[in-house]
């Protein structure tokens, strides 16, 4: 499908809503007579998640936040992890847990992750933030699918009724999205990798949000026209000149930018959300806390 040049969508531009919301946290904060407090773990050298961590712990105390690095060795074992996760727990100063993932392999990241107290878990991966969400209870919710709701609440206030397609399943995106959408009355289907028929159902999507960490695997014809689509994907290819990279999204964006009607570009769209909604996260964590 050759659409280059026939883009029709509108850009939901993630970077400059992440900027506005991370302007109005900032604006919160001077006001608190407390400094909320991000710790963030880091295990091993994965180039991406340093990357991640460094503008994590950057934007943090650009909005006024005290932030608490803690970078292991890749050889770090499970019960150093979990010591320092308990330390952190009982830390006073420490609003707001997230240990960077992926872990390495020799590490039982579901151990790691239940040991985060709860109150603390600005990631919203404890079992009792799911919970939380599922039953729609206030809690913290996961920051990449947090970011997701609030650009499309931004685009589309009333959702009711609308069919919303999730493509993946994954803890960290897809199952939270799901829960989101479906607090906005949305009719949610979940696909993944046994689903019939994928690009048929993904027509019927009037929101589609594509979160599997396949390059381009959404192609324009599996897009209802005018529908909403947003691509949670960061896939690093090669790139046109030899020996670079560039980054594309879950989604072929030329081809869909021909037929949706809104639609999140990569880079630039979900990404820059998912650390201002830590930062949402670590303040609402603090207020909790700090409440009590
Ligand atoms: N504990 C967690 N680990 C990981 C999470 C998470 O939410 N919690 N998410 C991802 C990585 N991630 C944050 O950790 C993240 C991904 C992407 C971006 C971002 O700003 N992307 C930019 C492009 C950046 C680039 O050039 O590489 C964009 O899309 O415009 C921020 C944070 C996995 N791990």
Not at 163 to 175: C, D, P
């Amino acid at each position: 499908m050759s659409t280059e040049g026939t883009e029709l969508a509108e850009i939901i531009n993630g970077k400059a809503f992440s900027a506005n919301l991370r302007a109005q946290i900032a604006a919160e904060v001077a006001g608190l007579p407390y400094q909320p407090g991000l710790a963030v773990v880091l295990v091993g050298d994965d180039p991406a998640s340093k990357v991640y961590v460094a503008n994590k712990a950057k934007q943090t105390v650009e909005v006024g936040m005290a932030s608490f690095e803690h970078k292991l060795p890749a050889e770090t074992t499970q019960e150093d992890l979990l010591a320092l996760v308990r330390r952190l727990n009982a830390d006073p100063k420490v609003h707001g847990i997230l240990v960077q993932l992926p872990l390495p392999k020799h590490l039982n990241a579901d151990e790691v992750i239940a040991a985060i107290s709860p109150d603390k878990d600005v990631d919203g991966l404890t079992v009792v933030n799911a919970g939380r969400l599922a039953a729609g209870l206030p809690g913290l919710v996961p920051c990449t699918p947090l970011g997701c709701i609030l650009l499309l609440e931004d685009r589309l206030p009333d959702m009711t009724g609308l069919n919303a397609v999730v493509v993946g399943r994954s803890n960290l995106v897809g199952k939270p999205i799901a829960q989101l959408l479906l607090q906005k009355n949305c009719t949610v289907t979940m696909a993944h990798s046994r689903t019939k028929d994928l690009p048929a159902l993904c027509r019927t999507a009037d929101i589609l949000v594509a979160a599997v960490g396949q390059p381009e695997m959404v192609k324009g014809d599996w897009i209802k026209p005018g529908a909403t689509v947003i691509d949670v994907g960061i896939n690093r290819v090669p790139g046109a000149v030899e020996g670079k990279t560039k980054l594309v999204g879950d989604v072929a964006y030329q081809e869909a930018a021909a037929v949706a009607g809104l639609i999140t570009p990569v880079p630039g769209g979900v990404g820059p959300m998912t650390i201002a909604c830590l930062l949402r996260n670590t303040l609402t964590a603090a207020k909790r806390l700090e409440g009590r």
